[in-house]
């Protein structure tokens, strides 16, 4: 898969179709006008993008199109992810952990879990 590289404002597009694809743009303005106010146009427009990037298909269903993700929400956010370690972190992972830590961002149960998972990765190599 290509790394797709969404917006802010795609992900919210995103997040609505991979909680249930095969949306038509009438549902998605419903969905988000709410919150974020867009109008069926912008909608439109933001699909055009996510088609272009290979985010999305749609099947036409009468005269709807209903349209899907063609990536999983887990692709996207390990793109996403390593695209953000990559700007902010020079893809170091353990420096981010360690910022983090100094800033006494991580809960307990936060820790106790990365501890798992670094005993479960030894046990594994």
Same mark, same amino acid.
């Given at each position: 898969?290509?790394?797709?590289?969404?917006?802010?404002?795609?992900?919210?597009?995103?997040?609505?179709?991979?909680?249930?694809?095969?949306?038509?743009?009438?549902?998605?303005?419903?969905?988000?006008?709410?919150?974020?106010?867009?109008?069926?146009?912008?909608?439109?427009?933001?699909?055009?993008?996510?088609?272009?990037?290979?985010?999305?298909?749609?099947?036409?269903?009468?005269?709807?199109?209903?349209?899907?993700?063609?990536?999983?929400?887990?692709?996207?956010?390990?793109?996403?992810?390593?695209?953000? #370690?990559?700007?902010?972190?020079?893809?170091? &992972?353990?420096? !981010? /952990?360690?910022? =983090?830590? *100094?800033?006494?961002? #991580?809960?307990?149960?936060?820790?106790?879990? &990365?501890?798992? !998972? /670094?005993?479960? =990765?030894? *046990?594994?190599?």
């Amino acid at each position: 898969m290509n790394k797709i590289k969404l917006s802010e404002a795609e992900w919210k597009l995103m997040n609505q179709l991979w909680e249930e694809p095969h949306l038509t743009i009438t549902k998605l303005t419903e969905r988000l006008k709410e919150d974020t106010g867009w109008d069926k146009h912008t909608i439109i427009t933001m699909l055009g993008r996510l088609e272009k990037k290979g985010a999305v298909s749609y099947r036409q269903q009468g005269r709807a199109k209903e349209f899907y993700p063609l990536v999983s929400r887990e692709k996207a956010s390990e793109a996403e992810t390593q695209s953000f #370690l990559n700007r902010v972190y020079q893809g170091s &992972l353990g420096l !981010m /952990l360690c910022q =983090m830590m *100094k800033r006494d961002q #991580l809960t307990s149960e936060e820790r106790q879990e &990365l501890r798992r !998972m /670094l005993s479960e =990765m030894e *046990k594994g190599e």
